[in-house]
Nanobody, 126 residues
């Protein structure tokens, strides 16, 4: 069955970078949207970025544009989120998820994703 495992989180200072990884097993991600979401304490989950594995349709939430970059490797069923110039408001538990349908474009709406990893914690603090 499909399993998603995130890694790469940690504690960093403002301005530093992290690279998150999401590896899928039991599933081939080609043609399926993949999303990165985050949830800060006391807040609802927020879509951060998404990518469609087949044609690289990519979206970002406005607050991370120019700082985060999503990428993928079909051969290894892996999606990365490169995060630069991290700020305290980026703190949260970051999840990856697979879309419910093999659509040619991706959204950052939680309801459009049906399988989720357990998350990796990102903390940005001085």
């Amino acid at each position: 069955h499909l399993q998603l495992v995130e890694s790469g989180g940690g504690l960093v200072q403002p301005g530093e970078s992290l690279r998150l990884s999401c590896v899928a097993s039991g599933f081939t991600l080609t043609n399926w949207p993949m999303g990165w979401f985050r949830q800060a304490p006391g807040k609802a989950p927020e879509g951060v970025s998404c990518i469609v594995m087949s044609d690289e349709s990519i979206n970002y939430v406005d607050s991370v544009k120019g700082r985060f970059a999503i990428s993928r490797d079909n051969a290894s069923d892996t999606v990365w989120l490169q995060m630069t110039n991290l700020q305290p408001e980026d703190t949260g538990l970051y999840y990856c998820a697979v879309g419910r349908d093999p659509t040619p474009t991706c959204t950052m709406s939680n309801g459009d994703y049906g399988n989720w990893g357990l998350g990796t914690q990102v903390t940005v603090s001085s």
